[in-house]
């Protein structure tokens, strides 16, 4: 039978808090049940033979500082010792009690107000699960004498029941209908039940707490049963939404697409060598223990996946760079030489064999620079790994590579640093001394002091630590043999104090915000040369720099932004007026791009830079709703230069390429579009688009377990033809016809725009 509970009747239920609060008095404390079905069956304390008590010894309990001490009994003595539950999980299930109830209410609302039959089947579930939850609990409660309901009257620490619905919210959803109440159920629900998950979090912070058996096995259920409940939603969600990249069919090279105002113009699978043709999906596989253990056994997609050893080998496609007709495409193991045709269609020319990812690329002149991080990666790009922790044969840092013939590449050059180079950037050169400058961005631990001496890591007080720095490394482009670091700033360091982590310490900003490491790095830092500026894109903080002494870049501004997990790549507008971040939310390998995650978290967020400040504008996250399979989450991109538009095109992994006009920094708009299908149906395999570039005319996108793609804007209510023309027409206001990813140069229209 259901609970007849009114939406009115919940008002003051709403508003109530679970209350956590933890007693070290073990007095206080509680005893174990171990099963709650016939309560009176059940013992609350250990009963001692008549044998036991005679043979006791007086057994003392000390009171406070300067309290005397009580003499007890053996069996209080005992019982006291089997203490099994604490305060905080009394209150954490008066809590859950009215968290479930207002579960029940939105189900019991499905009946009446929708025909969708898998609406009302879910409802009818989470109805009957809640109820039998709510039962469990009541009797756990009743079984050790606790109050079922939250008492108001106690002195205790208050935390907020995460993913309740308010009451206006309530009222909403009571007054829709059909597939706007299917929509609004789905999201609240999600919501919800999200919240009993954070509720669990929430308690495992206290120590002592879910100690007793039964109730450790009833939270561990309830986060199983909801997590994949969640996942089910999710599918729901996603099937409702009128988006067609949100109902893609799944394939490797023949998944479904969609496609908005772009035309595709060549699609390249991945060359030979640089895929396993066994697990061209790079999917992970079992292990001997998982291949013994249920299949069968309900998972989230998340679990199932990560519970699967990935590749030895990783031949994830990265980063691009072009000069000319050459497109370079960066690899995990090594990168990818190709000519680009009259009509933008890539032919390849050669592959370099180098392992060692991130394989992120820039060209200058006739030189390659290529970030490399893994300990495995070897100074001669060999493929037997290093198997030692400290070794001369270990490669961590920048690769410069001759490209002058282009089927032959010879690696000429090589910087070793720190903390490897997840990504850099090409500050200026070659000037008139010849020479180079990079700004490097370490991301990995610090090395080994025994592999090179002069790396510090992180030891309290010890300003010679590799951490809260970038590297500064100059190339002369005649012998870049010779290429070294030339200094170290500490670009995150207190002007006032000194302090090196002057910035994020790291944490959240407080509840319902992200939680985000501290600021010891930067992922990218773009450079902008001509207007002396570069933007950092941090860890915690998203930083302005000046750079118009580029061996020397000082910040200039630094802001947060509390949905940020990861400050993760800059971009700015041709005028240098403004500047797009993006989130990392989840890693890149995570589901971010869910009906229920919030718009602001993963997304980009766009600054207006005025006198030297950035000044938040908006949010902006691509709108199709995503599987529990497809990795997604904001990542590379770069401006379609549209004159008197700021338009930008961007990489979502699994989310697809979007196009996106930030010409009204406060309300960006999508303009354009392709995505294709999940690449597994079942696991969530690293795929999707690591980045996408505009680039003489064409948006090259690197998928990164696929290929390569090839597209081109489409005349739109959006964008004119003209308008499409003159971009394909744009060249750099100075210097060669190059792009590198994190390297703008101004550019203009021959048209004189």
Same mark, same amino acid.
């Given at each position: 039978?259901?609970?007849?509970?009114?939406?009115?009747e919940?008002k003051?239920?709403?508003?109530?808090?679970?209350?956590?609060?933890l007693n070290?008095?073990?007095?206080?404390?509680?005893?174990?049940?171990?099963?709650?079905?016939?309560?009176?069956d059940?013992?609350?304390?250990?009963?001692?033979?008549?044998e036991?008590?005679?043979?006791?010894?007086?057994?003392?309990?000390?009171?406070?500082?300067?309290?005397?001490s009580?003499?007890?009994?053996?069996?209080?003595?005992?019982?006291?010792?089997?203490?099994?539950?604490v305060?905080?999980?009394?209150?954490?299930?008066?809590?859950?009690?009215?968290?479930?109830?207002?579960?029940?209410?939105?189900?019991?609302?499905?009946?009446?107000?929708?025909n969708n039959?898998?609406?009302?089947?879910?409802?009818?579930?989470?109805?009957?699960?809640?109820?039998d939850?709510?039962?469990?609990?009541?009797?756990?409660?009743?079984?050790?004498?606790?109050?079922?309901?939250?008492?108001?009257?106690?002195?205790?620490?208050?935390i907020?029941?995460?993913?309740?619905?308010?009451?206006?919210?309530?009222?909403?959803?009571?007054?829709?209908?059909?597939t706007?109440?299917?929509?609004?159920?789905?999201?609240?629900?999600?919501?919800?039940?999200?919240?009993?998950?954070?509720?669990?979090?929430?308690?495992?912070?206290?120590?002592?707490?879910?100690?007793?058996?039964?109730?450790?096995e009833?939270i561990?259920?309830?986060?199983?049963?909801?997590?994949?409940?969640?996942?089910?939603?999710?599918?729901i969600?996603?099937n409702?939404?009128?988006?067609?990249?949100?109902?893609?069919?799944?394939?490797?090279?023949?998944?479904e697409?969609?496609?908005?105002?772009?035309?595709k113009?060549?699609?390249?699978?991945?060359?030979?060598?640089?895929?396993n043709?066994?697990?061209?999906?790079?999917?992970?596989?079992?292990?001997?223990?998982?291949?013994?253990?249920?299949?069968?056994?309900?998972?989230?997609?998340?679990?199932k996946?990560?519970?699967?050893?990935?590749?030895?080998?990783?031949f994830?496609?990265?980063?691009?760079?072009?000069?000319?007709?050459?497109l370079?495409?960066?690899?995990?193991?090594?990168?990818?030489?190709?000519e680009?045709?009259?009509?933008?269609?890539?032919?390849?020319?050669? /592959? +370099? #064999?180098?392992?060692?990812?991130?394989?992120?690329?820039? *060209? %200058?002149? !006739?030189?390659?620079?290529?970030? =490399?991080?893994?300990?495995?990666?070897?100074?001669?790009?060999g493929l037997?790994?290093?198997?030692?922790?400290?070794?001369?044969?270990?490669?961590?840092?920048?690769?410069?590579?001759?490209?002058?013939n282009?089927?032959e590449?010879?690696?000429?050059?090589a910087?070793?640093?720190?903390?490897g180079?997840?990504?850099? /950037? +090409? #500050?200026?050169?070659?000037?008139?001394?010849?020479k180079? *400058? %990079?700004? !490097?961005?370490?991301?990995?631990? =610090?090395?080994?002091?025994?592999?090179?001496e002069?790396?510090?890591g992180?030891?309290?007080?010890?300003?010679?630590?590799?951490?809260?720095?970038?590297d500064?490394?100059?190339?002369?482009?005649?012998?870049?043999?010779?290429?070294?670091?030339?200094s170290?700033?500490?670009?995150?360091?207190?002007?006032?104090?000194?302090?090196?982590?002057?910035?994020?310490?790291?944490?959240?900003?407080?509840?319902?915000?992200?939680?985000?490491s501290?600021?010891?790095?930067?992922?990218?830092?773009t450079?902008?040369?001509?207007?002396?500026?570069?933007?950092?894109?941090?860890?915690?903080?998203?930083?302005?720099f000046?750079i118009?002494d580029?061996?020397?870049?000082q910040?200039?501004?630094?802001?947060?932004?509390?949905?940020?997990a990861?400050?993760?790549?800059a971009?700015?507008?041709?005028?240098?007026?403004?500047?797009?971040?993006?989130?990392?939310?989840?890693?890149?390998?995570?589901?971010?791009?869910?009906?229920?995650?919030?718009?602001?978290?993963?997304?980009?967020?766009?600054?207006?830079?005025?006198d030297?400040?950035?000044?938040f504008?908006?949010?902006?996250?691509?709108p199709a709703?995503?599987?529990?399979?497809?990795?997604?989450?904001?990542?590379?991109?770069?401006?379609?230069p549209?004159p008197?538009?700021?338009?930008?095109?961007?990489?979502?992994?699994?989310?697809?390429?979007?196009?996106?006009?930030?010409?009204?920094?406060t309300?960006p708009?999508?303009?354009?579009?392709?995505d294709?299908?999940?690449?597994?149906?079942?696991?969530?395999?690293?795929?999707?688009?690591?980045?996408?570039?505009?680039?003489?005319?064409?948006?090259?996108?690197t998928?990164?377990?696929?290929g390569?793609d090839?597209f081109?804007?489409?005349?739109?209510?959006?964008?004119t033809?003209?308008e499409?023309f003159?971009?394909?027409?744009?060249?750099?206001?100075?210097?060669?016809?190059?792009?590198?990813?994190?390297?703008?140069?101004?550019?203009?229209?021959?048209?004189?725009?």
């Amino acid at each position: 039978m259901k609970k007849n509970i009114k939406i009115k009747e919940l008002k003051f239920l709403l508003l109530a808090p679970v209350i956590l609060f933890l007693n070290g008095c073990a007095e206080d404390n509680k005893q174990e049940s171990s099963q709650i079905s016939e309560p009176e069956d059940v013992p609350l304390s250990y009963e001692l033979s008549v044998e036991e008590k005679s043979l006791s010894h007086p057994i003392l309990l000390p009171g406070a500082p300067g309290e005397d001490s009580k003499l007890i009994d053996p069996e209080a003595a005992t019982n006291i010792a089997i203490t099994t539950y604490v305060d905080a999980d009394i209150s954490f299930l008066q809590g859950m009690i009215i968290h479930h109830q207002q579960a029940i209410v939105m189900s019991n609302m499905a009946d009446k107000r929708t025909n969708n039959k898998t609406i009302v089947d879910l409802a009818n579930r989470i109805d009957a699960s809640q109820e039998d939850e709510i039962s469990f609990m009541e009797n756990w409660l009743k079984l050790r004498g606790e109050d079922i309901s939250i008492n108001h009257s106690s002195h205790h620490m208050h935390i907020g029941m995460a993913g309740m619905a308010s009451e206006s919210e309530l009222g909403e959803l009571e007054n829709s209908e059909s597939t706007d109440f299917d929509r609004l159920f789905l999201q609240l629900m999600i919501s919800h039940h999200d919240g009993a998950l954070k509720m669990v979090k929430d308690l495992k912070e206290y120590p002592g707490t879910a100690y007793d058996p039964i109730l450790n096995e009833f939270i561990s259920d309830l986060v199983n049963d909801q997590s994949v409940e969640i996942e089910r939603m999710n599918a729901i969600a996603v099937n409702l939404s009128d988006d067609p990249r949100s109902k893609l069919s799944p394939g490797h090279y023949d998944a479904e697409e969609a496609i908005f105002n772009l035309e595709k113009v060549a699609s390249l699978k991945k060359p030979i060598g640089f895929y396993n043709p066994n697990n061209p999906k790079s999917k992970g596989i079992k292990t001997s223990a998982e291949e013994d253990k249920d299949d069968n056994a309900e998972k989230t997609v998340e679990e199932k996946s990560r519970s699967l050893r990935s590749p030895i080998l990783s031949f994830a496609n990265t980063d691009m760079a072009f000069r000319d007709n050459v497109l370079v495409a960066g690899n995990y193991h090594g990168f990818n030489i190709y000519e680009i045709d009259h009509m933008g269609v890539p032919e390849l020319l050669s /592959s +370099v #064999v180098c392992p060692g990812g991130q394989g992120d690329v820039s *060209i %200058v002149d !006739n030189l390659l620079i290529m970030s =490399v991080e893994q300990t495995r990666s070897r100074v001669d790009c060999g493929l037997q790994g290093v198997s030692k922790e400290a070794s001369p044969d270990r490669f961590r840092g920048i690769r410069i590579f001759d490209i002058s013939n282009l089927s032959e590449p010879k690696q000429v050059g090589a910087v070793q640093t720190c903390r490897g180079s997840h990504t850099h /950037s +090409v #500050v200026s050169g070659p000037d008139e001394t010849g020479k180079i *400058i %990079v700004y !490097n961005s370490g991301t990995q631990g =610090v090395r080994d002091e025994e592999e090179m001496e002069e790396c510090v890591g992180n030891i309290p007080g010890d300003k010679r630590t590799a951490l809260f720095r970038i590297d500064v490394i100059e190339i002369p482009v005649a012998e870049p043999s010779r290429a070294r670091i030339v200094s170290s700033p500490t670009v995150f360091a207190d002007p006032e104090t000194g302090a090196l982590g002057g910035l994020w310490s790291g944490g959240d900003h407080g509840d319902d915000t992200q939680e985000t490491s501290r600021t010891d790095q930067c992922h990218d830092i773009t450079v902008f040369p001509s207007k002396s500026i570069a933007a950092g894109a941090c860890s915690g903080n998203g930083i302005l720099f000046d750079i118009s002494d580029p061996y020397n870049p000082q910040r200039i501004d630094v802001v947060t932004d509390v949905g940020f997990a990861y400050w993760h790549s800059a971009t700015f507008n041709n005028e240098g007026t403004k500047v797009i971040f993006t989130d990392e939310w989840g890693g890149g390998g995570r589901a971010r791009c869910r009906a229920w995650d919030p718009l602001d978290w993963g997304a980009n967020a766009i600054y207006d830079i005025v006198d030297n400040k950035l000044e938040f504008r908006s949010h902006y996250k691509m709108p199709a709703p995503q599987l529990e399979t497809e990795n997604c989450v904001a990542h590379n991109g770069s401006l379609i230069p549209i004159p008197e538009k700021d338009i930008f095109v961007q990489a979502w992994y699994q989310g697809g390429i979007s196009v996106m006009d930030f010409t009204d920094s406060t309300n960006p708009k999508e303009i354009a579009f392709f995505d294709r299908g999940p690449v597994d149906d079942e696991l969530l395999v690293m795929g999707g688009y690591w980045s996408a570039y505009y680039y003489d005319g064409f948006i090259y996108g690197t998928e990164i377990s696929r290929g390569l793609d090839v597209f081109r804007l489409s005349p739109s209510q959006f964008l004119t033809e003209k308008e499409i023309f003159e971009a394909s027409k744009a060249l750099p206001l100075y210097g060669p016809k190059v792009f590198n990813p994190q390297q703008q140069v101004p550019l203009g229209w021959s048209s004189g725009y």
